[in-house]
């Protein structure tokens, strides 16, 4: 996925309070660090971050934490969060194969937005629904599994709807066109499914969980 790569992003990012420099320190603390018992919901390459702050903003009782590995996508996000007053979102620089050092048993839910689809054979174990990625969001729910994926790849979307059948998660939603589905389902939009609705690409999507 390309982006552009913006000059000082690095202290642009560790300037803002938004951004938690030192994760690893608050492993089994994060309500400490929100203030409060709410729960904790992650969304894995968040990108330029309008997902996850519209999420912030509509829902107050609920803590978000976003994770994003290149910090150039981060500063969007960062410059979207400065006009705000927002409390229950926190932003965190770092590879995704990382939290089971950040988190403890501490998150209800997981957000796979757009991510990577890797689509050739030799970087499956990437794909954030391979199996081991499932493992590793083992160590970090607080009790009941619960992923929530979109994309436009309709090649990650039927891989991961394998993996996390192979995995016993069961499918409380699905949708092969989430824009369009009879069904209405609750959605906020990514940046990039802002465009793609434009280009009206099929948006799939599943709610999956393991009770």
């Not at 519209?54 to 969060?81: C, H, R, T, W």
Request: net charge positive; with cysteine; aromatic share 14%.
């Amino acid at each position: 996925m390309r982006y552009n790569v913006i000059k000082n992003a690095d202290k642009i990012v560790k300037g803002s309070k938004y951004v938690v420099n030192n994760p690893y320190e608050n492993k089994n603390n994060w309500s400490k660090v929100f203030g409060n018992n709410n729960p904790i919901k992650l969304e894995l390459g968040m990108g330029r971050g309008s997902f996850i702050i519209e999420m912030a903003k509509q829902y107050p009782n609920v803590n978000f934490i976003g994770i994003e590995l290149y910090d150039s996508q981060m500063v969007q996000a960062v410059e979207k969060l400065q006009s705000l007053n927002l409390k229950n979102i926190k932003l965190i620089n770092c590879d995704a194969r990382e939290i089971d050092k950040i988190f403890g048993k501490e998150i209800d839910t997981i957000y796979l937005t757009f991510s990577e689809p890797w689509p050739k054979k030799q970087d499956e174990k990437k794909r954030f629904t391979h199996e081991s990625y499932l493992k590793l969001y083992d160590k970090i729910y607080k009790k009941n599994k619960h992923i929530i994926l979109k994309t436009d790849n309709k090649g990650l979307f039927a891989y991961s709807l394998e993996s996390l059948s192979q995995y016993w998660y069961s499918f409380e939603r699905v949708s092969l066109n989430l824009h369009y589905d009879e069904n209405k389902i609750e959605n906020i939009m990514t940046d990039f499914e802002k465009q793609y609705f434009k280009e009206k690409r099929p948006i799939y999507y599943v709610d999956a969980t393991f009770k």
